[in-house]
């Protein structure tokens, strides 16, 4: 069993480095999705094997390109660390059948989680694009949920963060929230249905405000005033799924 957990934990590692590079060239032109190997984004240099091992890398170069010693994101580290917390606990939690679906759906959020914390992006190719596949898991009963509370779930997603940025522009003349955002939250709908994207938006948006206002305490502010919201919705919806038995359970009982 350890043997199996720990191949997993490996296996997830390195899906989670896959995650990395995708978000990467996802959001900047210079390098297409098809390159084979791995560069340094400064010098241009290709990463050698042994300097692509999960975390341990990171680590023992000390986040740094042994090339040109240029600071490597300690983002990745991160978003490998994110991809097995977030992607293991599917295989223990859920029924196989649940599984494929969970899988891309989380994989999709820590794409989405490296990029808006970028680049401030939220890429069409995992949010808007994979909303058929909501509906299609669903229909084929590989979601817990009906393919009408798919299609319900997508549409509120886009219809209430359309209507927050809406009322925002009408008060203060300022665009509050990206279109990337209104396709994540319609994307996490299609996969959890009106329930689940209600309440990642909730969640999200209480992981949010207490993130804020450690930064207002703190007077700390790497993104200079702005706030990317996508990291909160994934998170928001990745603790929705996980709990979804337990809060309809609640909801029924009201
Ligand atoms: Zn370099």
Not at 44 to 49: A, V
Not at 157 to 170: E, I, P, R
């Amino acid at each position: 069993m350890i043997i199996i957990i720990l191949a997993q934990i490996l296996g997830l590692l390195c899906w989670g480095s896959f995650l990395n590079q995708l978000a990467y060239r996802l959001v900047h032109d210079n390098i297409p999705l098809n390159t084979a190997r791995s560069t340094c984004p400064h010098c241009l240099t290709i990463i050698q094997i042994r300097d692509l091992i999960p975390i341990l890398s990171w680590l023992i170069l000390w986040g740094h390109c042994r090339q040109c010693k240029h600071p490597i994101s300690i983002l990745y580290p991160i978003i490998e660390l994110l991809t097995v917390i977030t992607i293991l606990p599917i295989f223990y939690f859920f029924p196989a059948q649940y599984w494929l679906a969970y899988f891309i759906f989380c994989s999709a959020l820590i794409i989405t989680v490296r990029t808006d914390l970028e680049t401030f992006l939220i890429s069409n190719l995992v949010s808007l694009y994979l909303i058929p596949l909501g509906l299609i898991f669903s229909f084929l009963n590989l979601l817990p949920i009906t393919i009408l509370n798919s299609f319900l779930g997508a549409s509120l997603g886009y219809s209430l963060l359309w209507f927050t940025n809406f009322s925002f522009l009408a008060c203060t003349n300022k665009q509050g929230l990206g279109t990337g955002d209104l396709f994540l939250l319609a994307f996490i709908g299609s996969f959890t249905g009106p329930l689940g994207c209600w309440l990642s938006l909730l969640l999200g948006s209480v992981y949010g405000s207490c993130v804020g206002l450690i930064q207002i305490i703190t007077g700390y502010n790497q993104f200079s005033g702005k706030l990317p919201f996508g990291p909160y919705l994934a998170l928001g919806a990745i603790t929705y799924i996980y709990n979804q038995d337990l809060i309809i359970k609640l909801f029924s009982s009201i």
